[in-house]
């Protein structure tokens, strides 16, 4: 299984306990009559029939991937049979046609083993996208399989633009398809290197995580092209992402090995404060990626792409990037229903990374416990989302601050570089639309990005 | 179409006789390989190693010999710096020990064979076994959690089998081992093995002095605390769910697949050491059953964990465990235990009761 289906929505359907189909959706219907049946008579698809017997005599949730004969054609379906007290609840989804015949093989060890080709280490990841398990292998390119499993997969690797601006990962990552040729760098040695990955599924057939490979590269970090490289502030920014890259690569690698004590014990706040140089690290090549990134919307060539978007959907994934970290802090993301819908246009990727660094403020700023709210709304040709928190609020006075260079919503707060908000307004602004701000102290903040709308 | 013998010279005689021995070899070579057809043939289907457990256990064996030889090999050079260097060579360049170890039998040794079997289909089960989703959406897999915990014990542990278990999973994915990751003992016998086959090589050298020096470098830095198996018995004891978080851990870990933690908790649920819950849980059936229900698990989770083994292994009929699973449920735990309670003693103490009851 190399893809999860994300096309047609799950089919319900009611058997009772004497093993008649009481209620089925359209497509159940279909292919329960084409194999002899009606509603109210024995379910006749024999495959599922058997699970909505053994859920019924096991008493327990039973799911699994079967494929159904419908005429000359195979349908494979993901099958969740739930027993409940007068029969079985029934949802099928998947629904994709089948060659009648595809060999007797292990898909997803087929799958794993195309992968490994060519690669240097491997890695896997529960569906939060947390490492659970690192090749061995990866420790000959300077990654400690101890330091990162049960991490954020954000924390082992910062992804970059390919030569077209393009970040495959990025795109999927949101709808668990599988990505190859991704441009990154390892975060704890300055190491280029280029991500693929699959996804993997659980009984369900849904997203169960990623397993992917890491392909070590020689290449330079993006260059600027000939024209560009003629402005100073962009050779500039370019030298001081190289310059400062790796040694702080190196510098948050050996303290994270210090602090683990790899090399035997030492005394605890000694481990402690190599955490912190860890930490400090990390934060200074956050600062780069955004020096990185400012250079390219300060440029006045820069022009972001025109699609058609919908801020409602991008919300919605948005939070669904940042829910781990929520959940660490017990901070619920109110996001968008699906139903909701906000039809825009400017670059699907640009609108993702403003939402993820406004969804990330507002979390990073509530109170533990709190609530993130995510509403869009149409106005007069123009398409809204608003990201409101309960955090402490900003003064009147400073909301024009906070959207300048190295301005901080809240100083005092540890972390973030001061240029997240500058960018995410350059960036609004760029594609024709805004971003504000509205909030009192004690009232919490809301943000709110317009883009223009795009009918629908 | 004539022949003249006297044409013949002695080189051709002495050929000729070589070829008639070669003859007769081969019709008693061509015997016993009947012998062992016949024997495959009609080995009961039960006892019969499936070819993907029968692919990886050689995978396995090889890959671990092989470590150990390298191991050794290079050892022994480190000691004969300055030494003959044709010996240096011989060390170096000698022919992989695996055939001489199989052919001479060594290798059909129970203990040794039993834990590879047993651990080969473990690490199986590990891709066989169907994922389940979370019981709530967004929320991490259990190790995951674990290793975030507040307490640093528990944490260290989480991380320490996650650790192990992505060495295991590189065996399949590369055929290669960095150790053999067996228990002390068999690790012990296993390189003095393979340390005498190389010695039996050279021949009688200077060099068996370092030879023994190597294997009893070899030996010292064998760990068995890095194995899979020990990480999980650690994890199971550091965590010591309360009877009534067991169901709960248990389902966890048997829906990311932690084979060895599902099973590391059970045995110190019961108080049964690793190996032997390992084998219960392998072998399925009415052992199992009673494990589950010694160990206080509802009807519900006994039918979760039973329908996912089911699931992972073909052989193991569902139908046949959907009907009995009545009659499990009503097995009291203290029933249960009570029956369990001869596993609960020392793996060694059976071992020698066996034996004893065998003489008789």
């Known amino acids: 299984m190399s893809a999860v289906d994300a096309g047609l929505p799950p089919v319900h359907g009611f058997v009772d306990r004497d093993g008649r189909l009481v209620d089925a959706g359209p497509r159940l219907d279909d292919i329960n009559t084409r194999a002899g049946g009606a509603i109210g008579e024995p379910f006749a698809v024999s495959q599922v029939a058997v699970l909505v017997r053994l859920a019924q005599r096991l008493g327990i949730t039973v799911a699994r991937h079967v494929l159904v004969a419908d005429g000359p054609d195979e349908v494979e379906l993901w099958v969740r049979a739930d027993p409940v007290e007068d029969g079985v609840r029934l949802a099928l989804s998947g629904w994709r046609l089948r060659a009648p015949w595809t060999p007797p093989v292990d898909l997803a060890r087929r799958d794993r083993d195309l992968l490994l080709q060519g690669a240097d280490w491997w890695w896997e990841t529960d569906a939060t996208l947390r490492m659970t398990a690192v090749d061995a292998g990866a420790a000959r390119f300077g990654v400690t399989p101890e330091n990162v499993l049960a991490k954020p997969l954000a924390s082992l690797f910062a992804l970059e633009m390919d030569a077209e601006g393009a970040m495959p990962m990025l795109g999927v990552l949101t709808v668990r398809q599988p990505f190859e040729g991704q441009a990154a760098t390892v975060r704890a040695t300055g190491q280029a290197v280029t991500l693929s990955a699959h996804p993997t599924l659980n009984a369900e057939g849904l997203f169960a995580g990623y397993i992917g490979t890491v392909r070590a590269e020689t290449r330079e970090l993006p260059q600027p092209t000939d024209d560009r490289a003629s402005d100073p502030l962009d050779a500039f920014s370019a030298r001081l992402d190289r310059a400062l890259r790796t040694p702080l690569g190196r510098i948050i690698a050996n303290a994270d090995s210090i602090h683990a004590q790899t090399e035997g014990p030492i005394r605890h706040d000694y481990a402690d404060y190599a955490s912190d140089i860890a930490s400090a690290g990390r934060h200074l090549l956050g600062l780069v990626d955004d020096l990185v990134d400012l250079q390219a919307v300060e440029r006045p060539d820069f022009v972001p792409a025109a699609e058609r978007i919908d801020l409602a959907d991008i919300g919605r994934r948005a939070s669904g990037l940042l829910s781990v970290r929520a959940g660490e802090r017990s901070v619920k993301i109110d996001a968008p229903q699906d139903i909701d819908s906000a039809p825009a246009t400017g670059e699907f990727k640009r609108v993702l990374q403003i939402l993820v660094n406004l969804i990330g403020n507002a979390v990073r700023y509530s109170p533990d416990g709190g609530m993130v709210w995510i509403r869009t709304h149409r106005d007069r040709g123009t398409a809204v989302i608003i990201v409101a928190d309960q955090g402490k609020g900003i003064a009147p006075e400073d909301q024009a601050r906070i959207f300048d260079k190295f301005e901080r919503v809240d100083p005092s707060e540890p972390g973030g570089s001061g240029l997240g908000l500058y960018i995410a307004r350059r960036l609004a602004r760029a594609m024709g639309g805004d971003l504000t701000v509205d909030s009192a102290p004690g009232q919490g903040a809301r943000f709110m990005l317009s883009l223009p709308g795009a009918g629908g | ?360």
């Open chain 2, 1 to 360: 179409m004539s022949i003249d013998q006297g044409d013949w010279d002695e080189g051709a005689r002495a050929s000729a006789s070589t070829l008639l021995a070669r003859a007769a070899a081969a019709v008693r070579l061509a015997d016993r390989r009947l012998a062992d057809a016949i024997d495959d043939f009609f080995l009961a289907d039960d006892s019969r190693l499936d070819d993907r457990t029968r692919a990886t256990l050689a995978t396995t064996l090889t890959a671990m010999i092989a470590v150990v030889e390298h191991d050794l090999r290079r050892r022994a050079i480190t000691h004969l710096v300055g030494g003959d260097p044709a010996l240096v060579q011989r060390i170096e360049r000698g022919a992989p020990v695996l055939d001489r170890l199989v052919a001479t039998g060594l290798l059909r040794d129970p203990d040794l064979m039993r834990e590879l079997i047993a651990r080969t289909r473990q690490d199986l089960l590990v891709d066989l076994l169907p994922a389940l989703p979370p019981d709530e959406i967004g929320s991490a897999s259990l190790l995951a959690r674990l290793a975030g915990s507040a307490d640093a014990w528990v944490a260290d542990a989480a991380l320490a089998l996650m650790a192990a278990e992505s060495r295991r999973r590189g065996l399949v994915d590369s055929n290669r081992l960095d150790q053999t990751e067996l228990p002390a003992e068999l690790h012990h016998r296993l390189v003095w093995w393979v340390a005498a086959a190389i010695r039996e090589q050279l021949g009688p050298t200077s060099a068996d002095r370092m030879i023994v020096e190597a294997a009893l470098r070899v030996l010292a830095d064998h760990d068995e605390g890095d194995r899979v198996e020990s990480a999980a018995v650690r994890l199971a004891a550091t965590i010591d769910p309360q009877p009534a978080e067991l169901a709960t851990v248990l389902t966890h870990a048997l829906g990311d697949r932690r084979v060895a933690l599902m099973i590391a908790l059970l045995g110190h649920a019961l108080g049964i050491d690793f190996a032997t819950m390992r084998q219960i849980v392998l072998e399925g059936g009415e052992q199992l059953w009673l494990a589950l229900r010694g160990a206080g698990l509802d009807r519900a989770t006994v039918a979760r964990i039973g329908l996912s083994l089911c699931e992972a292994d073909p052989r193991r009929d569902v139908e046949g465990f959907a009907d009995q699973l009545e009659a499990i449920a009503a097995i009291s735990p203290d029933e249960a235990r009570g029956a369990l309670a001869p596993l609960r003693l020392h793996p060694d103490f059976r071992a020698a009761m066996a034996d004893l009851e065998k003489r008789r």
